[in-house]
């Protein structure tokens, strides 16, 4: 309750007291603000990332920067201040501990004040669970990169690898998870350990969309999470590449076709008989039978044309070979060569 008594703090009389004190002690004794004499911080030493309410978020920010951060976000202002402006300030390090300075400037009972405040922020050093993972080389899928039939030739292992950091690099950026824990090249093929399913799903398309193949999914249980109580899972990703190479010839449904092109969804073929094309997804893969390889192909000589057909001499044998004409066809003259390839013993012109 205000009364025109005297001020206990100054002594002065007849002025009016703001709960108990003169308007100039009241100023002089009410905080614009509140600052923990004494803060910790904590920081991943290998990322510099920091425990935001119960998680590891990345950080740009130096040091200094998240001391100051850290400061800031501890300040309370006193509901009676206006126009606060605040400035914080790293006066001295002490190993971890790092002294620091507040001024506040702010409209308060219609005067300007300035104060100030010192506050101690300690750095505790830490490992956050993603990087403590990396180092333990955690990993939640494993891409297992085959080729049916055959070996992984060195270009194509190669180009894999390529691949794969191009990828990471850029899946990283989103995913910190996105990392490869292990590298392990067998006989067989080649093994990448990838620290998140999501980013391991994404580098198998990648691998896919570059050498078409057959993509399978093994999950396999490895126990169960203490905190939530869900089952753990580990995936196997397995991308078996297909025994044909472009340009190849494969039997497709008794068609006999080259292989044109490939991607990761389909197949693109070209009828050696009709010309026609066609496409086949590769869940179709396992119907089609190479007949011949593209080190097959040999060229043949033009001999003799008639509107119904052309001449050619059998690459081999260098017996006549008639040929119905089409409109491929049409442009070629007598003495000039054509990509042929022989399968059960007919000649199909390339």
Same mark, same amino acid.
């Given at each position: 309750?205000?009364?025109?008594?005297?001020?206990?703090?100054?002594?002065?009389?007849?002025?009016?007291?703001?709960?108990?004190?003169?308007?100039?002690?009241?100023?002089?004794?009410?905080?614009?603000?509140?600052?923990?004499?004494?803060?910790?911080?904590?920081?991943?030493?290998?990322?510099?990332?920091?425990?935001?309410?119960?998680?590891?978020?990345?950080? *740009?920010?130096?040091?200094?920067?998240?001391?100051?951060?850290?400061?800031?976000?501890?300040?309370?202002?006193?509901?009676?201040?206006?126009?606060?402006?605040?400035?914080?300030?790293?006066?001295?390090?002490?190993?971890?501990?790092?002294?620091?300075?507040?001024?506040?400037?702010?409209?308060?009972?219609?005067?300007?004040?300035?104060?100030?405040?010192? $506050?101690?922020?300690?750095?505790?050093?830490?490992?956050?669970?993603?990087?403590?993972?990396?180092?333990?080389?955690?990993?939640?899928?494993?891409?297992?990169?085959?080729?049916?039939?055959?070996?992984?030739?060195?270009?194509?292992?190669?180009?894999?690898?390529?691949?794969?950091?191009?990828?990471?690099?850029?899946?990283?950026?989103?995913?910190?998870?996105?990392?490869?824990?292990?590298?392990?090249?067998?006989?067989?093929?080649?093994?990448? %350990?990838?620290? $998140?399913?999501?980013?391991?799903?994404?580098?198998?398309?990648?691998?896919?969309?570059?050498?078409?193949?057959?993509?399978?999914?093994?999950?396999?249980?490895?126990?169960?999470?203490?905190?939530?109580?869900? *089952?753990?899972?580990?995936?196997?990703?397995?991308?078996?590449?297909?025994?044909?190479?472009?340009?190849?010839?494969?039997?497709?449904?008794?068609?006999?076709?080259?292989?044109?092109?490939?991607?990761?969804?389909?197949? %693109?073929?070209?009828?050696?008989?009709?010309?026609?094309?066609?496409?086949?997804?590769?869940?179709?893969?396992?119907?089609?039978?190479?007949?011949?390889?593209?080190?097959?192909?040999?060229?043949?000589?033009?001999?003799?044309?008639?509107?119904? $057909?052309?001449?050619?001499?059998?690459?081999?044998?260098?017996?006549?070979?008639?040929?119905?004409?089409?409109?491929?066809?049409?442009?070629?003259?007598?003495?000039?060569?054509?990509?042929?390839?022989?399968?059960?013993?007919?000649?199909?012109?390339?």
């Amino acid at each position: 309750m205000n009364s025109k008594i005297f001020c206990p703090q100054c002594g002065k009389t007849g002025v009016k007291l703001f709960n108990g004190l003169c308007r100039s002690c009241f100023i002089e004794k009410t905080s614009l603000i509140h600052v923990p004499d004494e803060m910790d911080v904590i920081i991943c030493t290998q990322c510099g990332s920091i425990p935001k309410k119960g998680r590891w978020i990345e950080s *740009d920010l130096s040091l200094d920067d998240i001391i100051i951060e850290t400061i800031s976000q501890n300040i309370e202002i006193d509901e009676s201040a206006s126009d606060v402006d605040l400035s914080i300030k790293i006066l001295n390090v002490r190993g971890s501990i790092f002294d620091c300075q507040v001024k506040v400037k702010a409209q308060f009972m219609g005067e300007i004040i300035t104060q100030e405040f010192f $506050s101690k922020v300690k750095v505790n050093k830490s490992v956050c669970s993603i990087c403590s993972k990396y180092a333990s080389g955690y990993y939640e899928a494993v891409i297992q990169m085959r080729a049916d039939n055959k070996l992984l030739s060195a270009e194509e292992i190669r180009t894999a690898d390529k691949i794969i950091i191009n990828k990471i690099e850029k899946l990283s950026k989103k995913n910190r998870m996105a990392y490869i824990s292990q590298r392990v090249e067998l006989k067989e093929g080649i093994d990448y %350990y990838v620290g $998140s399913q999501k980013a391991a799903r994404k580098l198998a398309e990648a691998l896919k969309n570059v050498f078409g193949g057959v993509l399978k999914d093994s999950p396999r249980l490895m126990g169960r999470d203490k905190i939530s109580g869900k *089952d753990l899972y580990r995936v196997w990703i397995s991308l078996r590449l297909p025994q044909f190479q472009k340009s190849d010839f494969v039997k497709y449904n008794n068609l006999k076709t080259q292989v044109l092109n490939f991607d990761g969804d389909k197949i %693109y073929l070209k009828d050696l008989e009709s010309l026609s094309s066609i496409s086949v997804a590769w869940r179709d893969y396992e119907k089609l039978t190479v007949i011949a390889r593209k080190e097959d192909i040999k060229m043949a000589m033009i001999t003799a044309k008639t509107p119904q $057909s052309i001449q050619i001499l059998h690459p081999d044998t260098y017996q006549p070979v008639d040929i119905e004409l089409n409109e491929e066809l049409f442009h070629f003259q007598v003495g000039e060569e054509l990509k042929v390839v022989e399968i059960d013993d007919i000649l199909y012109i390339i």
